[in-house]
T-cell receptor
Framework: SQKIEQNSEALNIQEGKTATLTCNYTNYSPAYLQWYRQDPGRGPVFLLLIRENEKEKRKERLKVTFDTTLKQSLFHITASQPADSATYLCALGDNDMRFGAGTRLTVKP | GAVVSQHPSWVICKSGTSVKIECRSLDFQATTMFWYRQFPKQSLMLMATSNEGSKATYEQGVEKDKFLINHASLTLSTLTVTSAHPEDSSFYIC???????????????FGPGTRLTVL
């Protein structure tokens, strides 16, 4: 069966450090992968999309990598800030998107 | 940017009643909208895909007679939870795909969600 696993339920880091979140998948061959941010009681907000033929994509302090051989995506937030604290979701799919359970990131000042 | 709204943002109802949730794309046309359900500390689970002018496509295990979806226009989809029970209490989120916007054509834009509590 298809599975999407995000490395940990929660991740705590110190302000200024780089946060690295992992998304692994099995029994999928997605054309692209997306990362979303979700704050408590709110809908997800789109952050980045990376296609299968792209190795890496950046947006300001965010960087996403996509390794279709390892079936893994890494999501990095550099120079993290307390305002980055949220749950981050990876999502795969073409017509029907499937989400991982998310990693709750807490950046401590 | 693409904005999706939901109404109401929260609702409390008695068991056995029906609740309608609206999802609107405010500044773009969405031929396809999606409905998700999210339980506490769990991921979003796709319930159904709603296509304008046609019947919704439901995911396995989702009762189409209980969760009625109507996508009557390019900017509005509604989800009606019929004969709601306490186990239907959840966070319901819709999303819409902006096929003609800038950025990725495959991006979905999410509404803020509706918190349903059934007593």
């Amino acid at each position: 069966s298809q599975k999407i696993e995000q490395n940990s339920e929660a991740l705590n880091i110190q302000e200024g450090k780089t946060a690295t979140l992992t998304c692994n998948y099995t029994n999928y061959s997605p054309a692209y992968l997306q990362w979303y941010r979700q704050d408590p009681g709110r809908g997800p907000v789109f952050l980045l999309l990376i296609r299968e033929n792209e190795k890496e994509k950046r947006k300001e302090r965010l960087k996403v990598t996509f390794d279709t051989t390892l079936k893994q995506s890494l999501f990095h937030i550099t120079a993290s800030q307390p305002a980055d604290s949220a749950t981050y979701l990876c999502a795969l799919g073409d017509n029907d998107m499937r989400f991982g359970a998310g990693t709750r990131l807490t950046v401590k000042p | 940017g693409a904005v999706v709204s939901q109404h109401p943002s929260w609702v409390i109802c008695k068991s056995g009643t029906s609740v309608k949730i609206e999802c609107r794309s405010l500044d773009f046309q969405a031929t396809t909208m999606f409905w998700y359900r999210q339980f506490p500390k769990q991921s979003l689970m796709l319930m159904a895909t709603s296509n304008e002018g046609s019947k919704a496509t439901y995911e396995q295990g989702v009762e189409k007679d209980k969760f009625l979806i109507n996508h009557a226009s390019l900017t509005l989809s509604t989800l009606t939870v019929t004969s709601a029970h306490p186990e239907d209490s959840s966070f319901y989120i819709c999303s819409a795909r902006d096929l003609y916007g800038d950025g990725s054509q495959d991006t979905q834009y999410f509404g803020p969600g509706t918190r349903l509590t059934v007593l």
